[in-house]
T-cell receptor, first 114, second 112 residues
Framework: EADIYQTPRYLVIGTGKKITLECSQTMGHDKMYWYQQDPGMELHLIHYSYGVNSTEKGDLSSESTVSRIRTEHFPLTLESARPSHTSQYLC?????????????FGSGTRLTVV | DQQVKQNSPSLSVQEGRISILNCDYTNSMFDYFLWYKKYPAEGPTFLISISSIKDKNEDGRFTVFLNKSAKHLSLHIVPSQPGDSAVYFCAASARAGNMLTFGGGTRLMVKP
């Protein structure tokens, strides 16, 4: 039973379209994260949030933006999709047990921009 | 500068044998280490963790070993099963509230 949900699982979209990737968690976690994973396997942190109205950019420069208006919701938006945005996007959250159990990840959104 | 490194991008093992995945780190402030498993088109799932006050932690077929002096940890899977075929990430954190630093991943293939 998933505690963190990402929709859609797969998305194929045309260049120039605006898209929003949804991420919701039911665990009451304050911290949430967005990672991008290319076929080269490495996980790149693109955004994170430590609570409502708090958002920060991660290590990898990204043209996406995020918002955190509610604790449980952390959507990611691309204003104008490009083929270079084709990737897997992973949302995660962590709470008071993060030291021993780390992050809980969603199933991811596989985005293809054509 | 990568603080957590997995130097082997891939590993192939026969079913029933031991799989050993390695991870090195450079930050001596890291004091908690975790392993994740990831199948294609899914998110990583937590496998096992170890605190720096221990040198070994075991959970079923999975054992993590930590060598602080060498700044090295390893994940042993015994016996390996075809369902273990996935990408494995090691991760480390420096203190409570600090973010995880992930390694680049190792793809494990267990052949029947």
């Amino acid at each position: 039973e998933a505690d963190i949900y990402q929709t859609p699982r797969y998305l194929v979209i045309g260049t120039g379209k605006k898209i929003t990737l949804e991420c919701s968690q039911t665990m009451g976690h304050d911290k949430m994260y967005w990672y991008q994973q290319d076929p080269g396997m490495e996980l790149h942190l693109i955004h994170y949030s430590y609570g409502v109205n708090s958002t920060e950019k991660g290590d990898l420069s990204s043209e996406s933006t995020v918002s955190r208006i509610r604790t449980e919701h952390f959507p990611l938006t691309l204003e104008s999709a490009r083929p270079s945005h084709t990737s897997q996007y992973l949302c995660a959250s962590s709470g008071f047990r993060e030291r021993a159990y780390g992050y809980t990840f969603g199933s991811g959104t596989r985005l293809t921009v054509v | 500068d990568q603080q957590v490194k997995q130097n082997s991008p891939s590993l192939s093992v026969q079913e029933g044998r031991i799989s050993i995945l390695n991870c090195d780190y450079t930050n001596s402030m890291f004091d908690y280490f975790l392993w994740y498993k990831k199948y294609p088109a899914e998110g990583p799932t937590f496998l096992i963790s170890i605190s720096s006050i221990k040198d070994k932690n075991e959970d079923g077929r999975f054992t993590v070993f930590l060598n602080k002096s060498a700044k090295h940890l390893s994940l042993h899977i015994v016996p390996s099963q075809p369902g273990d075929s996935a990408v494995y990430f090691c991760a480390a954190s420096a203190r409570a509230g600090n973010m995880l630093t992930f390694g680049g991943g190792t793809r494990l293939m267990v052949k029947p």
